[in-house]
């Protein structure tokens, strides 16, 4: 079976990975309020983004970097949960979110657990992998432009100047040198213009053509 075309790559380290869960929760869940709790080697409970707005039962998050190719094991969903019930004050809901692939054993694990939270009373905890996290940026596209295109808008706007100086000096030495100027000549530069632009948006994670920026 082909694999899934993903829009945007998961992110490359933990760092960006809670600031895209962030920002996405933020819009899910309609809640500004929602901030990255403490940092990295502080006891954070198993909760990595929270409700600090002072609602009973807040909701949570845990935000799993891992392998894209990797199913994250029902052990490590077990071990976040438990630390969660230790989160004060209680959690209403948490969700841990994952670049990790799905896996029926995840899900069958997510289950069983609350079935046991239910009978008890404590919080409903959800998993989302990275294919419900990119239909989620598909939900929220300024998400996917604020993280993944970021400060981009001023990197378009320098390109886009740019190209413009390049043209018009193209331009420029077309209309001095008249007819020595063949169309070979002109398309040659031109392609190398392009050419230039789409290594440059290769890098941003913009669609690698040259209409992006014109």
């Known amino acids: 079976m082909p694999g899934i075309t993903t829009r945007n790559p998961p992110p490359a380290n933990e760092n ?9 929760l933020r ?10 709790y403490g940092r990295r080697g502080q006891g954070q409970n198993g909760v990595d983004i929270v ?28 071990v976040e949960v438990e630390k969660a019930k230790g989160f004060t004050p209680p959690l209403g809901e948490y969700l841990i979110l994952t670049t990790a692939k799905n896996s029926t054993e995840a899900q069958q694990t997510i289950i069983q657990i609350n079935k046991v939270h239910r009978k008890k009373h404590l919080f409903k905890v959800t998993l989302k992998c990275w294919d419900e996290i990119e239909m989620m940026l598909e939900q929220y596209p300024d998400v996917a432009d604020q993280i993944y295109r970021g400060g981009v808008g001023g990197m378009l706007n320098e390109m886009r100047l740019d190209l413009g100086n390049k043209v018009e000096d193209l331009g420029a030495r077309i209309e001095n040198s008249q007819a020595a100027y063949s169309a070979d000549l002109a398309d040659a530069e031109l392609d190398g213009i392009k050419a230039a632009i789409e290594k440059k948006l290769s890098r941003t994670g913009l669609p690698q053509s040259w209409e992006t920026v014109h």
């Open 27 to 36: 819009k899910h869940w309609n809640n500004p309020a929602l901030q990255r």
């Open 51 to 78: 409700d600090v707005s002072g609602t009973p039962k807040p909701r949570g998050a845990q935000c799993k970097a891992y392998d894209p190719l990797t199913a994250i094991s029902s052990n490590e969903i077990a």
């Open 16 to 24: 960006d990975f809670e600031r895209l869960c962030l920002a996405l």
